[in-house]
């Protein structure tokens, strides 16, 4: 059975991706949603909410905004984001702690056909609610490239970081390679290489940690709000699936 259910969503993937110009298809989140969460419940809510542009200029860098406003006896533990129609659906999960209860929250994804993205929030007592946009884009998780192209991993790990104006905002030199580009040279898929953590600490406690599936865009970059009470000293970690990690710290 689950074969089945596996052999049409793959189905409903294939028609999806082959359609010029086609719109967002809402068949396949009821897969996605019995794939990912089962039976559980899942309420549309108004103070969980992503937004994106209606149509991308580019497949490989589509930004999305995700925005919480903190309710009475609701924490939320996680963020899924999630877009129906792509490869591998789960594009990155978000831990949130006491601090990052009020987020504004942006980051870039890749989009391989016209999708709804979603973000799923579970809160402390197991509870889901969810926003959703529909996205006009293409072409961004696959396609030929160059692998050697030094420009791809000059600086690599490289992480900057900015803060300013009540906002932490970082990029990590990487090419997240995600397993489904092909090389322009001889033809083979480039094998996934990509920034699987990335995690924010201030003073020593957690504010953030994020983790990236192949459907995060390159250059790994990310947006949120962040008002310190005191100063002190923000560390960003990343690590790869190479087994790599980078480290940058900035005293605001």
């Known amino acids: 059975m689950n074969f089945i259910k596996q052999f049409l969503i793959f189905a409903i993937f294939a028609a999806t991706s082959v359609i010029a110009n086609a719109d967002a298809n809402p068949d396949v989140w009821p897969f996605l949603k019995e794939r990912m969460f089962k039976n559980k419940v899942i309420n549309e809510v108004d103070f969980l909410k992503i937004d994106g542009p209606k149509r991308a200029s580019s497949g490989a860098q589509v930004p999305v905004n995700i925005k919480i406003t903190k309710q009475p006896n609701v924490e939320i533990k996680k963020l899924i984001l999630i877009i129906d129609s792509n490869p591998d659906q789960k594009a990155a999960t978000y831990h949130l702690t006491r601090k990052t209860q009020e987020l504004d929250l942006s980051t870039r994804i890749r989009m391989e056909t016209d999708s709804f993205v979603r973000v799923v929030g579970e809160d402390s007592e197991g509870k889901l609610y969810m926003s959703k946009v529909a996205i006009r884009a293409s072409g961004g998780c696959s396609g030929y490239m160059n692998s050697q192209d030094p420009k791809l991993t000059k600086d690599l790990g490289k992480i900057l970081v900015k803060a300013k104006k009540d906002y932490l905002t970082t990029r990590i030199k990487h090419p997240n390679f995600n397993g489904l580009q092909k090389d322009s040279i001889n033809g083979w898929f480039v094998p996934e290489w990509i920034v699987t953590q990335v995690r924010y600490d201030f003073?020593?406690?957690?504010?953030?940690?994020?983790?990236?599936?192949?459907?995060?865009?390159?250059?790994p970059y990310l947006k949120f709000n962040f008002s310190p009470d005191e100063t002190g000293t923000v560390t960003v970690s990343a690590t790869d699936t190479k087994g790599s990690i980078w480290l940058k710290t900035k005293s605001i």
């Open 203 to 219: 003073n020593g406690e957690s504010l953030l940690v994020a983790e990236n599936g192949i459907s995060m865009s390159q250059d």
